[in-house]
């Protein structure tokens, strides 16, 4: 079985647990494979606790995995350990929605003023994903859409406004003219 192991936040690996042995990683040090539903400290990985720090022979060489005799580790660590700990890595995967394309086009087609404040917002959305700012990266994606959207509708909302407008000028104006014969 393979795992990845957590290093500065960013995901490394995958290591078989020979391979992890020599990285001489701490019970603390986050792992992951298709087993284990989220990062989870080595230590609470039976098979990584019994076999990299219970000093016990590779799973692989005895029968059933080694897990007959294997005492278990106690799942809650104290509180000096849970303290010292590295945090699951707080990186999320993808960079949030930038609404650039759709603030350029809400510029160009709806509303200038609105257009414009999307399309800065959109712009910060990228830059504070690139200085590692996930949560202002967060933020300035959520305000970028409101600015587009609003945008958007005021100007869908001016244009029905012109249309109506010209229906009614311009109807007054055929119905004036058939007055006036």
Request: overall charge negative; hydrophobic content about 40%.
């Amino acid at each position: 079985m393979t795992y990845h192991i957590a290093v500065n936040g960013a995901p490394q690996g995958p290591y078989t647990v020979d391979q992890l042995r020599g990285l001489n990683i701490t019970p603390s040090t986050l792992v992951w494979n298709n087993s284990l539903t989220n990062w989870t400290p080595a230590g609470e990985v039976p098979e990584l606790a019994t076999y990299l720090f219970g000093g016990a022979q590779a799973p692989s060489t005895l029968p059933n995995g080694g897990f007959q005799n294997a005492q278990p580790i106690p799942s809650v660590p104290n509180q000096a350990q849970q303290s010292q700990q590295p945090q699951q890595p707080q990186e999320p995967i993808i960079c949030p929605k930038t609404w650039l394309l759709e603030s350029i086009l809400c510029t160009l087609f709806c509303c200038l003023p609105l257009g414009i404040v999307a399309i800065i917002k959109a712009c910060q959305v990228d830059s504070f994903w690139k200085a590692q700012q996930y949560q202002q990266a967060q933020q300035a994606s959520q305000e970028a859409g409101k600015w587009t959207k609003w945008g958007f509708f005021i100007g869908i909302g001016v244009y029905l406004l012109y249309v109506l407008f010209i229906l009614v000028a311009g109807g007054s104006g055929v119905f004036g003219s058939f007055g006036d014969l």
